[in-house]
């Protein structure tokens, strides 16, 4: 389901097959997801590339993800972020609480 990569000491999550971040997946990724944030001060890049649409369950989870980052003291960033799943975010005003780039190598070059 979810597809993880590191480049340098930075993880990057993404959804492999899905582009519905939704009530069907949303639980599985949110544990999937918190398992790997298994330590402290990690630094983790969820891509939601391919993704273009996410229901409330699914933005529960991304939450959910963020509150467990906060946690261990992880950083967490978003990136990929469809036009029309941006809209959704803003609607929510979740772009004021999730850091969002434009991509992987923006979010791996703003971490510090």
Do not use: W
Request: glycine content about 2%; proline content about 2%; hydrophobic content about 40%.
């Amino acid at each position: 389901m979810i597809n993880l990569e590191k480049v340098n000491d930075v993880f990057i999550i993404s959804l492999e097959k899905d582009t519905k971040l939704n009530v069907a997946i949303s639980q599985k990724f949110k544990q999937d997801v918190t398992q790997l944030i298994d330590q402290p001060n990690m630094k983790v890049v969820v891509s939601l590339e391919n993704i273009d649409y996410i229901d409330s369950s699914g933005f529960g989870s991304l939450l959910s993800v963020l509150r467990a980052c906060k946690n261990s003291n992880t950083q967490l960033k978003l990136c990929c972020i469809s036009p029309e799943v941006m809209e959704l975010v803003k609607l929510l005003q979740l772009h004021s609480v999730f850091d969002i780039r434009e991509s992987v190598n923006d979010c791996i070059n703003s971490f510090n």
